[in-house]
T-cell receptor, first 116, second 111 residues
Framework: EAGVAQSPRYKIIEKRQSVAFWCNPISGHATLYWYQQILGQGPKLLIQFQNNGVVDDSQLPKDRFSAERLKGVDSTLKIQPAKLEDSAVYLC??????????????FGPGTRLTVL | GENVEQHPSTLSVQEGDSAVIKCTYSDSASNYFPWYKQELGKRPQLIIDIRSNVGEKKDQRIAVTLNKTAKHFSLHITETQPEDSAVYFCAASFGNEKLTFGTGTRLTIIP
């Protein structure tokens, strides 16, 4: 099966500019996650969707970050305006929960964002 | 919320020796504990996972042990090989809720 797809792979912007990332999960996966991974750290969840509804966005900086998952398939994450500290890899993951009780998540290749 | 601590942050072992990475978690309700391997510039990939109703799980050279009472779990890699060099992350979650990741361990296998 095809894996999680993300684009672009790399993005360089100046602070205060806007940027958007796209994710297409594994076909049939109802749950989609966006993580932020700062260099040298573990991934931190930004937002979790179940189909097209938000399950958890408690760590999403809502003053500048937004995300949507229209039609319950692919998703976009937007940053507006970007700050220097937003420089990170943005990972998308999806899960199907076919194995009851196992929250097995599959990650995309990530988008490396550099804010200058 | 859940907090996961991971040790050590870096680990170097001779090829063929064993490597052990340890994690502790704070939320006693957590019941799912995966381990991810992330090679430089690549995506995290699940290598093994365990649920709280199991104390140990093995998959070839990789094993994970879980101590629910002490709230800690460990990754054991035996007969290490150069391709085991990577950053390893532990994580914990409850049910279908979010994964909370540890800070990672950079494992280097010395030929």
């Amino acid at each position: 099966e095809a894996g999680v797809a993300q684009s672009p792979r790399y993005k360089i912007i100046e602070k205060r500019q806007s940027v958007a990332f796209w994710c297409n999960p594994i076909s049939g996966h109802a749950t989609l996650y966006w993580y932020q991974q700062i260099l040298g750290q573990g991934p931190k969840l930004l937002i979790q969707f179940q189909n097209n509804g938000v399950v958890d966005d408690s760590q999403l900086p809502k003053d500048r970050f937004s995300a949507e998952r229209l039609k319950g398939v692919d998703s976009t994450l937007k940053i507006q305006p970007a700050k220097l500290e937003d420089s990170a890899v943005y990972l998308c993951a999806s899960s199907s929960r076919l194995r009851a009780g196992y929250n097995e998540q599959f990650f995309g290749p990530g988008t490396r964002l550099t804010v200058l | 919320g859940e907090n996961v601590e991971q040790h050590p942050s870096t680990l170097s072992v001779q090829e063929g020796d064993s490597a052990v990475i340890k994690c502790t978690y704070s939320d006693s309700a957590s019941n799912y504990f995966p381990w991810y391997k992330q090679e430089l510039g690549k995506r995290p990939q699940l290598i093994i996972d365990i649920r709280s109703n199991v104390g140990e799980k093995k998959d070839q050279r990789i094993a994970v042990t879980l101590n629910k009472t002490a709230k800690h779990f460990s990754l054991h890699i035996t007969e290490t090989q150069p391709e085991d060099s990577a950053v390893y992350f532990c994580a914990a979650s409850f049910g279908n809720e979010k994964l909370t990741f540890g800070t990672g361990t950079r494992l280097t296998i010395i030929p």
